[in-house]
């Protein structure tokens, strides 16, 4: 009999590793275009905002409104080079990681511009509506 239940294990090992895998892919979204707005999210979910940068032009992004109480900063931004193998000064990505942390409603939007020239329009913006369940 014990051995029926070691072979009935080891069958079903792969499929709680393939359901392990679908609720680790579940508890992350991951975010890089407004067109993918607004974004229907669960209390308990990490998302991941990436947006193409190139700080060496002294353009930043910049969070405008950082959609709490729904979502809690992880940290702050990381930029990433998109390629090391390209010039100094090529662009990359800028990331942000957040916590959902309540249900609600709330708009996470950031604005592309250099910090010292608050006075003249982004050159881009992205805002995005979040509603957390």
């Not at 002294?58 to 990381?78: I, K, Y």
């Not at 990505?93 to 996470?108: D, H, I, K, N, P």
């Amino acid at each position: 009999m014990s051995t029926q239940r070691l072979l009935l294990s080891m069958a079903l090992l792969p499929l709680l590793g393939a359901c392990a895998h679908q609720a680790s892919n579940d508890s992350t979204v991951q975010l890089e275009q407004e067109s993918r707005c607004p974004q229907e999210l669960q209390v308990g979910q990490q998302l991941i905002l990436s947006l193409p940068s190139n700080p060496s032009t002294g353009f930043r992004w910049q969070l405008h409104s950082d959609a709490t109480p729904v979502l809690r900063s992880l940290g702050p931004e990381v930029y990433s080079a998109t390629d090391s193998g390209e010039i100094v000064g090529s662009g990359g990505l800028s990331t942000w990681r957040f916590q959902v942390e309540r249900a609600g409603s709330a708009t996470l939007s950031l604005l592309y511009q250099q910090p010292w020239a608050t006075n003249e329009e982004p050159a881009e913006r992205f805002s995005c509506q979040l509603n957390a369940h």
